[in-house]
């Protein structure tokens, strides 16, 4: 049963950020196993989220892909927001 909730909140997760960001399904994928390691693990060390990433790679790899995508990516503020924004109950208005 946690397993399927588990699917669901990240597919719900994944659907959001591909809505709001408009990226390559390979960058949601590093967005969505970055901020669910984050949750996880409570703090962020790339050393210490690669190996909660994916778990059918090495931890050097995760790590490398951690570090590629932090050279590459730009997270723009205003993205951001919008996001995060996209999780709150919608209100009356």
């Known amino acids: 049963m946690?397993?399927?909730?588990?699917?669901?909140?990240?597919?719900?997760?994944?659907l959001k950020i591909k809505e709001h960001m408009g990226i390559?399904?390979?960058?949601?994928?590093?967005?969505?196993?970055?901020?669910?390691?984050?949750?996880?693990l409570g703090r962020v060390n790339l050393k210490k989220l690669a190996p909660l990433m994916n778990?059918?790679?090495?931890?050097?790899?995760n790590y490398r892909?951690?570090?590629?995508?932090?050279?590459?990516?730009?997270f723009d503020k205003k993205v951001r927001?919008?996001?995060l924004g996209?999780?709150?109950?919608k209100g009356e208005k």
């Not at 778990?55 to 790899?61: A, C, G, L, N, Q």
Request: net charge positive; aromatic share 12%; hydrophobic share 40%.
């Open 55 to 61: 778990p059918k790679r090495s931890d050097r790899t």
């Open 81 to 83: 927001a919008r996001l």
């Open 24 to 40: 390559n399904k390979a960058r949601v994928y590093i967005i969505v196993g970055l901020i669910i390691a984050i949750i996880k």
């Open 2 to 14: 946690k397993s399927n909730k588990f699917q669901t909140e990240y597919r719900t997760l994944e």
């Open 86 to 89: 996209s999780f709150l109950p």
């Open 65 to 74: 892909r951690l570090n590629k995508f932090f050279e590459k990516f730009n």
